[in-house]
């Protein structure tokens, strides 16, 4: 079986590599070999390698950006699943979507169901809705994935950010007022892998179990980076929580990033890990790659 994955060289198209390797023929093409943006080269790419399952793992995901990049981010979040849906439609492929905790309204402090209402807050949140819909509307074998605060042992995270601040800052100011479940990369592609072996389909979400604010995972890398006698130079006392409104960013920001994963549990029958043990398998691995 010939297996797609679109942003093969992001956080979760990585880890989607790994996972996916024996399932057949992995095709990862990178920007140069495929480009995205373009809508001619996306369809003769899927025509001349017939792929009959594909994991969508691009996206725009500069948020602030998107405010002033609305078509970049409509292309790759909304046309680009929108034609991947179609070809799977068409040649009864299936395709494995990802998508955002920015659909929803991010009020409240009830965890968010896959039924809820959507009412994103940005154009990125706009635009990431609207691929999701464009590929329930498609009527192919489809599973979207919705998660949150994605972050892995490579490439630009919050948690490798925080690592390079820790070692060089002696004080540092996070956003506590925004609440949801950061989720590793690898744990996603997991759980893709769990999925398409099960023929899984429709919508579900896919974060850890748990709740934190920002500075309070800030805080749990910091702690378990000393118990691994990573040096840092700023202290626990030192890293002050801040209100989002206190941290103006050209996009707005969801609050309340909470998702509900009982329905993903129950189709898979079992019991997802916490952050916290995810965290540190995150972690050590980030500082295993370092040396």
């Not at 680009?80 to 309204?105: C, E, I, R, W």
């Not at 690592?163 to 800052?169: V, W």
């Amino acid at each position: 079986m010939k297996v797609l994955i679109t942003g093969g060289s992001g956080q979760v198209g990585f880890e989607l590599q790994r996972q996916f390797c024996c399932f057949g023929t992995v095709l990862a093409p990178t920007r140069q070999q495929l480009d995205l943006a373009s809508g001619e080269a996306v369809a003769a790419y899927l025509s001349q390698h017939r792929p009959k399952l594909i994991l969508n793992a691009a996206a725009y995901t500069a948020v602030d950006n998107a405010e002033s990049e609305p078509q970049q981010a409509n292309r790759l979040n909304s046309e680009l699943p929108a034609q991947l849906a179609g070809y799977a439609a068409k040649h009864d492929a299936m395709l494995v979507h990802y998508s955002s905790d920015y659909v929803y309204g991010g009020n409240g402090q009830t965890p968010w169901q896959e039924d809820d209402a959507p009412a994103p807050l940005n154009v990125y949140g706009v635009t990431k809705l609207a691929g999701d819909n464009a590929v329930l509307a498609s009527g192919c074998k489809a599973l979207i994935l919705r998660t949150s605060w994605v972050y892995s042992a490579r490439g630009a995270n919050f948690m490798r950010t925080m690592l390079r601040l820790g070692q060089a800052r002696d004080s540092l100011s996070i956003v506590n007022d925004q609440v949801g479940a950061p989720t590793p990369a690898r744990l996603i592609a997991l759980l893709t892998q769990m999925a398409v072996a099960r023929q899984l389909t429709g919508l579900f979400h896919v974060v850890p179990r748990g709740e934190t604010t920002w500075h309070d995972f800030a805080q749990a890398i910091f702690q378990h980076a000393r118990a691994c006698d990573v040096a840092l130079a700023v202290q626990p006392e030192k890293v002050v929580g801040i209100e989002t409104q206190h941290y103006p960013t050209p996009a707005k920001r969801p609050l309340n990033s909470r998702l509900s994963v009982g329905k993903l549990e129950d189709a898979l029958s079992l019991t997802l890990p916490s952050w916290q043990q995810q965290l540190a398998l995150t972690l050590d691995e980030a500082l295993m790659n370092a040396h």
